[in-house]
Every structure is written in C-alpha cells, then in structure tokens.
C-alpha cells in the first residue's frame, strides 16, 4: 500500500523512491508506517467484550485512513 503511495510522491515532489515513505516513518513517533493490520487490531479490540463499556468513541488514525468508529449494539460501523 505505501509502496504506491510513495511512488506518487517521489513523481510528483522530485524525490527519489523511498525518500518520503523514510521521511513520513521518521515523523511517527513509532518509527514506521501503519499498516491495515494496525487498523484491523483496534477494529478487532472494539468488536470484542473487552470494550463493552466503550461508547461512541472515534479513533484517530494518521492520514485520515480512518476517522472513527461507532458501536451500534453488536455492530461496529467504521467511518472512513
């Protein structure tokens, strides 16, 4: 997924391929890129009895990949 996206910037913004991609990482206080699995995890946490007491929460993700999340009962709507 990122591949791509760098590829993107690296046309558009003269930058070599992985340039951005290493620049956007270094930014992250974790030190590297999200990935869907980072997404899925909390998708996953908020479907599960652990967050039963977890009401209309959003969940800030980097780049808008996702904005938040909403618990309907037993469905769990995910707003991109």
Do not use: C
């Amino acid at each position: 997924m990122w591949d791509r996206v760098d590829a993107l910037f690296a046309r558009h913004e003269n930058l070599e391929v992985g340039e951005k991609k290493r620049e956007v990482a270094a930014a992250n206080p974790m030190e590297r890129m999200g990935d869907p699995d980072d997404v899925t995890r909390v998708a996953l946490f908020l479907a599960s009895d652990l967050a039963r007491y977890v009401t209309g929460q959003t969940s800030n993700s980097p780049f808008g990949v996702i904005r938040g999340f909403q618990r309907l009962g037993d469905v769990i709507q995910v707003v991109v």
